[in-house]
């Protein structure tokens, strides 16, 4: 709209300046006939051929007058005059194409760059994808080496095993409380125990989890954890608390996933400071008559957080941060979610806490 005013100004002004200044100043009527040129090549440029021959088309009316009754009595600039009339149409219509030719050929670059840029963002999502397979498959392939490692070796380590710790009950009957030897032998037993699980958790990772397909209580499942690691947080003076008042039922199996809901709530009682909290909350895709809808399950604690460097590993097996820890605990929670179909995430700032998403389909 204001280059339409803009135009009409240029255009009614310049003719005024035509039909005020007096013909014995052909001079001035030279330069003013000049500067209908500006108005029309702005209008080609801004409107196209239309807007170029529109331009022209008003100059030609508006100025015409002019030269049948101002220039009438000489015959020869009149003839000048037309054929300046004439020039406006071309150089209107010439500029106007020119002009639309090139917003054309803008406008298809600018679909084509368009284009290419979903093209590129297709190729990433793509290339994205291509890396969290070759991820996925590392990872198989690891744990299929680990899986015949495991079985070779679970039956020549849980044998001796037995038989130490059997070896040890004996003994540790021939002392009392007390004794020296009798609170070594208890020690030997302890981690005999402590040995027997890590066994215990090799074969659970590396074995295929066979997921029992049942009806699961979200929230009694919770409840039961939140029981279970009370006393650890009122040992370490953390805040522990489930927000969810309801929760939807899962398909799936209810040992397992309490295994996941208990894991992490230690790992998280381990994580914060005296003074701190682990909260358990949850959110929703929508009804669960949706298409594809899923629970999201939020374990966030507000301890010192996770390094980027260590966030990245999180879930690889065998990599941990704890003393005298195995790093087979999320490994084996991430295998039991993805066995459910589901999936686990973690997010985590220095200084002010992680928090672990576990989806599982309703």
């Excluded at 204001?2 to 330069?31: C, E, F, N, Q």
């Excluded at 368009?114 to 070759?134: C, F, N, P, V, W």
């Excluded at 398909?251 to 295994?259: S, V, W």
């Amino acid at each position: 709209m204001m280059r339409l005013a803009l135009l009409a100004l240029a255009i009614v002004g310049i003719s005024l300046l035509h039909y005020l200044t007096p013909l014995h100043r052909p001079m001035l009527h030279d330069i003013f006939q000049r500067l209908y040129y500006i108005p029309i090549i702005f209008a080609a440029f801004w409107f196209g051929l239309r807007g170029g021959l529109l331009a022209a088309i008003i100059v030609s009316i508006l100025y015409a007058p002019h030269v049948l009754f101002q220039w009438g009595a000489r015959p020869t600039l009149e003839i000048e005059k037309f054929l300046e009339i004439l020039l406006y149409n071309v150089v209107g219509g010439i500029t106007g194409f020119l002009s639309q030719r090139e917003e054309t050929r803008r406008q298809q670059l600018q679909k084509t760059a368009a284009g290419l840029e979903e093209s590129y963002r297709k190729l990433q999502s793509q290339a994205d994808l291509i890396i969290q397979i070759e991820e996925q498959l590392r990872r198989a392939e690891r744990l299929s080496a680990l899986g015949e490692l495991s079985a070779a070796l679970a039956h020549e380590i849980r044998n001796p095993l037995g038989s130490i710790r059997g070896t040890a009950e004996i003994l540790k009957d021939d002392f009392q409380a007390g004794d020296s030897k009798y609170e070594f032998l208890q020690i030997l037993i302890k981690e005999t125990d402590r040995l027997n699980r890590v066994v215990e958790d090799f074969l659970r990772l590396a074995r295929p989890i066979q997921v029992e397909q049942e009806t699961c209580d979200l929230l009694a499942e919770l409840g039961e954890v939140v029981t279970l690691a009370s006393a650890e947080a009122k040992a370490r003076g953390v805040a522990l608390a489930v927000q969810p008042a309801q929760l939807p039922v899962v398909r799936g199996d209810c040992k397992k996933l309490r295994q996941v809901f208990l894991n992490l709530v230690l790992n998280g009682l381990q994580a914060v400071p005296q003074g701190g909290s682990l909260t358990i909350s949850a959110t929703f895709s929508g009804p669960q008559g949706a298409v594809s809808p899923f629970v999201e399950l939020a374990f966030a604690d507000t301890g010192e957080g996770i390094e980027p460097a260590v966030l990245k590993r999180i879930f690889e097996p065998f990599f941990t941060t704890k003393p005298g820890g195995t790093g087979l605990g999320l490994a084996i929670t991430q295998r039991i979610v993805e066995s459910h179909g589901g999936s686990i995430e973690v997010e985590s700032k220095v200084g002010r806490g992680t928090i672990f998403k576990v989806r599982l389909p309703i």
